[in-house]
């Protein structure tokens, strides 16, 4: 067991975990962040993206002792207040989301996205998002999201 | 109580056709979704499964005793130990009444039918610890030979269940001029072959994954008086009703709840071991368990989908009028007949003929036993299949002939002025336009430039080349009319039910026996009910996917919910409204005839009284004042069985560029123009679309489930089962014309797999178009750049060929051990690596 | 999903790494950005008994101008690798190759200094790594020593570091003046190159000068098209001028047949990528 102290969504945590734990499991079965999700074994998909130290990381791909200090925002501490994150709310407005299991992944990444390029192209959301796989939106009004949330005008 | 208010200036705005955003929004933006994976009980125990790496294997010993001694292990379990207790999965589908079926056991004890199949069980404390010692589990295998390709099974020169005898399943059929609904299609083909046109080709239907993105996850919880199975399935209520059927519980002790569930597009329509192994364990240990699956267990194991050989014979006259149509199918299930199992490629039998007026018709499917994972409905079930032959088919009698695709399909489509019209496959089309869908289409994707490009294109000899694809597809859905299920030998009935419950404060709780998976129940029928109920949308709760709240419904699939189970809920509405007149009446101090019913108010016809259903639920609440001897509740239930399916259609083009140097294809526009009938909410229906489509490209471009020699599936991961992503796809143009379908009161039609449906064919003869000029006659799904290379380059026999059985190495699993990658050297990491 | 259990040291110097691996010997394995080895644990297809973290060691993590050289240390993220403006300009193939790596969450965690030593060829690295001629600083026991690129990969997953060595930086020659490109073809955006292309090309009055030449995927390491580089010198810039050499491109190379193709059709694309790699890194197309 290592000892680890790091700050999830605004709160500080601390606990002895196995090294082999993986920081998706830790916020999951230790802290009950279980917006984030596991989708896959081979950090294809995407679905447990959360922030680390301000950047999006596959969550799965990272050991819960290399987060060790660290500060993570997952899909729980996105909102403020109450106040959804813009990009929350033109999920919400372009319906870029149907199950809903992609989501969590797909929002932190699209902030993230938006944080380096905050007005890209087309091309660039879809290439921004392609460490995400969505199955039910064919991924047409999640890239409308995301351009929502830049506050571009898009059509249909 | 008794209210008198004003009339009403301006009518209130309809719910139904609104683009509502979805109520099912806010918990999964938030990140305050249910899944099953999240529920933890004190005490629970977690399962890891021992799965067999061999397609076919006789279990000669299994020593769990490393495993047993393991730390914090429970229990140790094997087919041996579960024996009986562990039940049996069902064929809810024996397609003839002499269906070769082999008992599907959860955990087999003597014998393994494909790689993956569950061997033993690890009970312990915590999903690591189960997963350590499974690794500990010692397993002796005989290895047997293997029936892998489908028409070699077919031919039963390798037994997948020595025991049957053969691998031959079934052999279903269908004959118009048996049923009386059509000519001889034989007589048609050989006056064709004297002066007419006979089109003979053989199309494949890849093996697919449904890869929904929740895997798959069970928690059972045997205390207390019910035992309570969590599980991320479409269909709550059919598992429970198979666990009763199997287990010797009886129906009420179980409860089945589906809390949020992450996409199912068929992959979830399943009992499945695992869920059975959960119980059987639980039941055992009287405690709490959990299984969830790993994404390589779920792609091995979860149910496949596809996987057909299709066999057409088109008969023609001369000037294109088609006379006859004869489908020979091969459909590979697996190692057993899963639940819907042989019923899937049956589905298609309707659909092969399609929009076109055929007079006659042949259909016949064997399905077929192998050693790999067992097959059952994907997105479409059938359908997706069937349209993709004869819309291939049509496109090949076009070229043929030597017109437009779309000219021949329109000289033999049923024309608008034709509804009802009975098909020859015995169906009755109740509504349509085929024509106006496809003018609209047409001008939509500007059709005649992209035809004058392509030309251009094809003279400059262009190393870019463009390709136009069409398919104007029709589908049965609303999965529903007992007794035509029943005509099939379906297993079940096909109804659906509903409750609307009045709350004592003016809310509406609706109770469904639909089990939404991403599909948005809870807005689209919150619509449904504000419209008919006349109260406001958010007022609206929809509960569903609980046994012990839905207590009945036969669940989510075969784009059923709204054309069903939405029509369900109309008729309770409607009771809700019939009971509450009386009371309105008696408040009123009115005759009940007098009382009109209109946007959520009862009305004295010609005076301004007037009492809200709220006000009346409240009268019914407090029942201090209802009318002698009512029952003091509005509460009803309706259960719906349709007569008749309905019949969704629309024209797909897709234009696509292919880069002849590399065989790599690019898609440039796609247009489709639905006809789904009435819509209740275009945002979710555009939705619908967009994911269908996409899913439906990426069996034309992407997807396939890859087995090797030895029946080890390759495309075990994410990294070589090819779902798409948003780099890899583009923004659709999506139209609708809308004919009401006349056999629901709304005059929906479903819309969940019309998109799938669609788009494969328009894809693939896109692909084709672009390259027919180098004599390519036929590629192989899904269209790889290496195949659409190799068909330029020598018209077609490498297009064909089967996708190489290999994997990359990178860290795949199914490159682990036994070699199957064709790399020259070994593939495991070596020294100290970063 | 879960891995083997393993201790975990996290050393926060070189040495104390090297006191690691000289302590535990095949046992350990080293974490670095972990981008490949997690899902190699998670898998199980790696048992490690001891894992060591070398992300603590902030010394490995420097990138440094220095002059005629700029060296990446072995930690340095890809992230921070597209962040810096010196290779950016100087090193354009490393970039735009970095830019194709993975997706944007594995590049924020990923190394370029853990991608060449884990060794898929099939990774987008190794092939920039050697058209750029690379020199490799190795730190072990004995102290420190550089090896070639072209010496660095020794075969499928191994290169020329020991097991008690550690890779610490990676030292690229400036390519001022040089025009790069890299081709990667995949069938779907997420999925490992096919195959790739990488190319440095100098250019003089519309006359190749000079051409360096990388593959991804066209053998059990990434390769130097050779014949390729050597017929290109002399040849004008133009598509025509180009194709006989772009055409040796597959020689000397053993592909591999997988589902996204077989070696032949691979040995197709690395002649056409060439091409097209050559002529856009020569600013021809």
């Not at chain 2, 928690?219 to 287990?247: C, K, N, Y």
């Not at chain 2, 009975?422 to 869908?437: I, K, R």
């Not at chain 2, 070589?720 to 629901?744: E, F, Q, R």
């Not at chain 3, 580089?229 to 194709?243: C, I, K, N, S, W």
Request: glycine content about 10%; overall charge negative.
């Amino acid at each position: 067991m290592t000892r680890i102290e790091l700050k999830v969504d605004g709160a500080t945590v601390s606990d002895d975990v196995e090294p082999r734990m993986l920081l998706v499991q830790y916020l999951r079965e230790k802290l009950g962040k279980t917006g984030t999700v596991i989708g896959c074994d081979t950090s294809n998909c995407g679905a447990c993206t959360v922030h680390l130290d301000g950047r999006s990381v596959k969550s799965c791909n990272v050991l819960a002792v290399q987060a060790d200090g660290a500060e993570v925002t997952t899909i729980e501490g996105l909102a403020t207040d109450g106040e959804l994150h813009p990009v929350q709310a033109a999920f919400h407005e372009c319906h870029a989301l149907q199950c809903g299991f992609c989501t969590p992944g797909m929002i932190m990444q699209s902030v993230d996205l938006l944080k380096d390029n905050p007005n890209p192209s087309e091309a660039e959301i879809r290439v921004g998002i392609e460490g995400n796989l969505c199955r039910c939106t064919g991924y047409h009004n999640i890239v409308k999201a995301v351009q929502t949330a830049a506050g571009q005008k898009t059509e249909a | 109580m008794t209210a008198t208010q004003d009339a009403p200036t301006t009518e209130p705005r309809l719910e139904i056709g609104r683009d509502r955003r979805r109520k099912e929004d806010q918990r999964l933006i938030t990140g305050r979704t249910k899944w099953t994976d999240n529920i933890q009980i004190n005490g629970m125990l977690h399962l890891a499964m021992v799965r067999s790496p061999f397609a076919h294997a006789k279990i000669t010993n299994i020593d769990v005793s490393e495993a047993k001694a393991s730390r914090n292990v429970v229990d140790v379990l094997t087919g041996a130990d579960l024996a009986e207790t562990q039940g049996v999965l069902i064929n809810a589908w024996p397609i003839t009444p002499d269906q070769v079926t082999p008992t599907h056991l959860p955990v087999p004890a003597d014998r393994v039918s494909f790689a993956g199949e569950i061997v033993a069980v690890v009970v312990a404390r915590s999903q690591a610890e189960a997963r350590d010692a499974a690794e500990l589990v010692d397993v002796d295998y005989e290895e047997l030979p293997a029936a892998l390709d489908l028409k070699e099974a077919a031919a039963d020169t390798v037994l997948a269940h020595p025991d049957l005898g053969t691998n031959k399943s079934a052999l279903w059929k269908f004959d118009s001029a048996e049923a009386g609904t059509g000519g001889d299609v034989e007589e048609a083909i050989s006056k064709a072959r004297e002066g007419g046109v006979v089109i003979e080709r053989e199309f494949r239907q890849q093996r697919l994954i449904p890869a929904f993105m929740e895997p798959r996850s069970t928690v059972v919880d045997p205390t207390g008086e019910q035992l309570t199975m969590w599980s991320a399935t479409q269909i709550p209520h059919i598992l429970r009703f198979a666990l009763a059927a199997t287990t010797g519980m009886p129906e009420s002790k179980i409860r089945v709840i589906a809390p949020d569930v992450g996409g199912g597009f068929g992959g979830k329509l399943q009992t499945t071991p695992e869920e059975w192994i959960t119980v059987a364990v639980a039941r055992r240990t009287g405690k709490p368990v959990k299984f969830t699956e790993t994404r390589s267990e779920s792609l091995m194991s979860a149910h496949h989908g596809r996987d057909q050989w299709q066999k057409l014979t088109l008969a023609a006259e001369k000037d294109g009028t088609v006379t006859g149509l004869k489908v020979e199918l091969l459909a590979d299930l697996g190692s057993y007949v899963s639940l819907v199992g042989g019923g899937v490629p049956v589905l298609g039998a309707f659909m092969f003929n399609a929009i076109y007026k055929f007079p006659a018709y042949h259909f016949a499917c064997q399905t077929v036993l192998t050693n790999k994972t067992w097959t059952d409905a994907y997105r479409g079930a059938g359908r997706p299949e069937a349209t993709f032959g004869i819309e291939r088919i049509m496109d090949e009698l076009a070229l043929e002939l030597g017109v437009d695709p779309l000219e021949v399909r329109e000289k033999n489509w049923i024309k608008a002025e034709e509804f009802p019209f009975t098909t020859v496959a015995g169906l009755e089309y109740d509504s349509g336009n085929y024509e106006a869908a496809t003018a609209k289409a047409k001008e939509m994707f500007g059709y005649d430039e992209l035809r004058a490009e392509q030309k251009q294109r094809r003279e400059s000899g262009d190393k870019v080349q463009l390709g136009i694809g069409v398919s104007t597809f029709t589908e049965m859905c609303g999965l529903a009319p007992s007794r035509v299920l029943g005509s099939l030998d379906y297993g079940a009935g096909g109804w659906e039910h509903a409750s609307v419950r009045m709350l004592a404060t003016g809310k509406v709780e609706i109770v469904t026996g639909a089990s939404a998976h991403g599909q948005g129940h809870e807005t689209a029928f919150s619509q449904i009910v504000a419209d008919r109920l006349g109260v406001p949308f958010e007022d609206v709760e929809v509960l569903h996917g609980d046994t012990q709240v839905a207590a009945k419904g036969l669940d989510t699939y075969g784009s059923r919910s709204l054309v069903v189970g939405g029509e369900a809920l109309v008729k309770a509405t409607d009771k809700v409204v019939e009971k509450a007149k009386p009371v309105a009446a008696h408040l009123l101090e009115a005759n009940v005839e007098d009382i009109e019913f209109k946007a959520g108010s009862f009305g004295v016809r010609g005076t301004d009284a007037a009492v809200s259903i709220q006000d009346v639920a409240g009268a019914v609440f407090v029942a201090h004042n209802l009318p002698d001897g009512m029952e003091p509740s509005l509460d009803s239930d309706a259960t719906y069985d349709p007569i008749n399916f309905n019949y969704p259609h629309g024209t797909h083009l897709c234009a696509m560029e292919v880069d002849t140097e590399t065989g790599q294809v690019k898609m440039r526009k796609y247009t489709c123009v639905d006809d789904i009938g009435n819509v209740i909410n275009p945002l979710i229906v555009e939705g619908q679309v967009h994911g269908g489509l996409v899913q439906g490209i990426a069996q034309a471009l992407w997807e396939e489930a890859v087995y090797d020699d030895s029946g080890t599936l390759v495309s075990a991961s994410f990294v070589d089962y090819l779902v798409p992503t948003a780099a890899d796809t583009i923004n659709y143009d999506v139209g609708h014309n809308t004919t009401p379908s006349l056999t629901n009161t709304l005059g929906t039609k479903g819309v969940g797999e019309a998109g799938t449906i669609a788009s494969t064919p328009a894809v693939v003869n896109s692909v084709l178009d672009a390259i027919r000029q180098f004599g390519v006659k036929d590629i192989q799904m899904p269209c790889t750049p290496e195949r659409v290379w190799k068909a330029i380059q020598d018209g077609t026999a490498g297009a064909t060929e089967d996708t190489v059985g290999a994997a990359a190495a990178h860290f795949d699993p199914a490159t682990d051990g036994e070699g199957q990658s064709q790399r020259h050297d070994g593939n495991s990491s070596e020294g100290a690596g970063q | 999903m879960i891995p083997t259990q393993f201790a975990y040291v996290a050393p926060t110097s070189v040495e104390e790494a090297l006191a690691a691996l000289a302590e535990h010997g095949d046992e350990a394995k080293i974490l670095a950005g972990g981008q490949s080895l997690l899902p190699v644990l998670r898998m199980r297809l790696n048992a490690p008994e001891v894992v060591i973290d070398i992300g603590k060691i902030d010394s490995l993590r420097e990138i440094r101008d220095e002059g005629d050289t700029i060296s990446i240390g072995a930690m340095a993220t890809y992230a921070q690798i597209l962040g810096d403006a010196g290779i950016r300009d100087s090193l354009s193939l490393l970039h735009k190759a970095i830019t194709e790596v993975a997706d944007p969450q594995i590049r924020h965690r990923g190394t370029l200094g853990g991608a060449l030593v884990h060794a898929d060829p099939a990774g987008d690295c190794g092939a920039p790594t050697l058209a750029l001629e690379a020199d490799l600083v190795i730190q072990g026991p004995g102290g420190e020593r550089t090896v070639a690129a072209t010496e660095f990969f020794e075969d499928l997953f191994t290169t020329a570091v020991g097991e008690d060595e550690i890779l610490t930086a990676i030292r690229f020659r400036k390519h001022d003046g040089w025009g790069s490109h890299y081709e990667k073809f995949v069938r779907v955006a997420h999925q490992w190159p096919i195959v790739s292309v990488a190319a440095s090309v100098k250019v003089e009055g519309g006359t190749i000068s000079e051409a360096r030449l990388g593959l991804v995927n066209m053998g059990s390491t990434a390769l130097r098209a050779t014949a390729t580089e050597q017929a290109l010198v002399g040849q004008p810039a133009t598509e025509d001028g180009v194709r006989a050499a772009c055409d040796l491109a597959a020689e000397g190379t053993n592909p591999p047949s997988d589902l996204n193709g077989d070696a032949a059709y691979r040995s197709h694309l690395a002649t056409v990528l060439t091409r097209r790699a050559v002529l856009k890194a020569a600013g021809s197309s």
